[in-house]
């Protein structure tokens, strides 16, 4: 599948699988809405299709969802979103296996579950309410708790994909132990890690890995969902719902939220440059990492999506990046690298 883009934007390769994607790619965890024990507090089904709608109009893609968003009502979205769309404008679709939820008690944690024969039953699900005869990339979305080893669900994941079932198979939230273990039974398509200015570990050892082996790293979350979109404020932090996952993470709260947002601010300036926000620099400081394929931003609505649209064509220069580099040392925000080696 192939997108006709109306805004030109770059197409890169997603490591050795064959797809050119945008640089960034519609994140689809939000519009899974708030009855989950992770969800993002209530949304609009039909501001979420309208966002999906004006992404993929714009040249966004691909789309990034998971079995466990919304427990399957994220793919479900998504798959209205795309009725009646033209084959030549159809993106890719991103989603992911592993993290099971009870329907019955939608407020538990899913578990983490890695047994072959549940993988196979999550693929037939996501297939069905994808409304597709096969996944563009399928990914274990954690590692288990359940006692599989990576060995047992990676073979599973391969063995879909030389069924035709998906076209692609990554991992995401593994580390670079388990990137070597899965590699040596099948190549590791792609990685889906948390990198923005505030979480950066995974710059360390996982995104050098991947540009050695040739595996597209699409991160999540480069605006630490939300807290350097440069629209997030104490205030906010501390009225945000209780079916808001953030209202319960230590990054929303006290000293940490301080300096996350004194990060933010310190974004600004370099925004104000190029006329875009404090966010679409974050967004553009995750994607010149060395490594880093493309970056996934979630929106609640049209008007998100062109709030961060620029993010797909901005590329920030070396003094620009030092800056965030600076900045990032000085506010003591987040953990990691502050700049990648020379």
């Known amino acids: 599948m192939s997108l006709s883009s109306n805004q030109g934007f770059q197409k890169v390769p997603l490591g050795r699988t064959g797809m050119l994607i945008s640089r960034v790619g519609f ?18 089904d039909a501001a979420s299709i309208a966002a999906i709608r004006y992404a993929v109009e714009q040249g ?17 979205v998504v798959a209205k979103a795309l009725e009646g769309l033209p084959h030549s404008m159809r993106p890719f679709l991103f989603t992911k296996c592993g993290v099971v939820g009870d329907l ?13 024969k549940s993988i196979r039953e999550e693929v037939e699900q996501s297939l069905r309410r994808l409304q597709v005869d096969q996944i563009d990339l399928y990914q274990m979305h954690w590692p288990p708790q359940d006692g599989t ?35 040596c039974l099948g190549h590791v398509d792609t990685l889906q890690p948390p990198f923005s200015a505030i979480q950066r570990q995974s710059a360390v050892s996982e995104i050098p890995w991947c540009a050695t082996h040739e595996t597209g790293v699409i991160v999540y979350s480069p605006m630490q969902s939300g807290l350097l979109s440069g629209r997030f404020n104490a205030e906010r932090a501390a009225s945000l719902p209780p079916s808001d996952w953030r209202s319960r993470s230590e990054e929303f709260r006290g000293e940490k939220l301080a300096r996350n947002l004194a990060l933010a601010e310190a974004l600004r300036p370099i925004g104000r440059t190029h006329q875009v926000s404090a966010g679409v620099v974050a967004i553009a400081w995750s994607l010149a990492w060395p490594g880093v394929t493309g970056a996934i931003v979630g929106a609640r609505s049209a008007e998100q999506v062109r709030g961060w649209l620029p993010a ?8 620009e990046l030092e800056t965030v580099s600076s900045a990032i040392e000085s506010t003591g925000a987040g953990y990691g690298l502050s700049r990648a080696a020379d």
């Open 104 to 116: 019955a008690h939608r407020q538990e944690m899913p578990k983490r579950i890695g047994r072959p």
């Open 27 to 44: 994140g689809a965890w939000a519009v899974g809405g708030g009855d989950w024990s992770v969800g993002w507090g209530p949304q609009d």
């Open 312 to 319: 797909c064509s901005l590329h920030l220069s070396e003094a």
């Open 149 to 183: 080893p990576i060995e047992e669900y990676w073979q599973t994941l391969l063995d879909l994909k030389r069924e035709g079932k998906v076209r692609a198979v990554g991992l995401s939230n593994h580390d670079v132990d388990s990137l070597r273990r899965a590699e």
């Open 60 to 76: 966004i893609n691909w789309i990034d969802t998971a079995a466990a968003y919304g427990l399957g009502h994220s793919e479900e």
